[in-house]
């Protein structure tokens, strides 16, 4: 997860290649406090967007594998949270070219390759 300026707020590295998305997601720890009634993550409290009258909740946008709540949305079939999710995209680019290690197969023990991805990623942000 990243916010606007590109920098990573969540991520979850301990996954195994072969669980799907939607596996990975039910697993983290973040899937559980998102679904916590009192709201661990500090998400601000519902305002009306622009022009509007009605309350809408603060959100996460994920992809198709997420399941949709209170505070997590995934992308609807005309794309319209496809701009505000090349965001992480944009992210994952950016850490890939400062760290050129990601540009390949890294050919380490598992446990090397999620210390060195969280240490790209602390030194990103």
Do not use: W
């Not at 996954?15 to 697993?27: E, M």
């Not at 198709?64 to 944009?90: C, N, T, V």
């Not at 990601?102 to 446990?111: D, Q, R, T, Y």
């Amino acid at each position: 997860m990243c916010d606007t300026p590109y920098k990573f707020t969540y991520i979850n590295v301990s996954a195994n290649g072969r669980v799907s998305d939607a596996g990975v997601v039910q697993q983290s720890s973040l899937c559980g406090t998102m679904q916590a009634v009192h709201n661990p993550l500090n998400f601000p409290k519902p305002q009306p967007l622009p022009g509007q009258n009605s309350e809408v909740p603060y959100v996460i946008i994920g992809d198709d594998a997420f399941p949709l709540g209170k505070h997590l949305l995934k992308p609807y079939p005309q794309r319209r949270l496809s701009r505000s999710r090349r965001m992480i995209e944009s992210s994952f680019g950016i850490l890939a070219n400062r760290f050129r290690i990601f540009l390949a197969p890294i050919n380490l023990p598992v446990e090397k390759v999620e210390i060195i991805t969280l240490a790209c990623v602390a030194l990103h942000n």
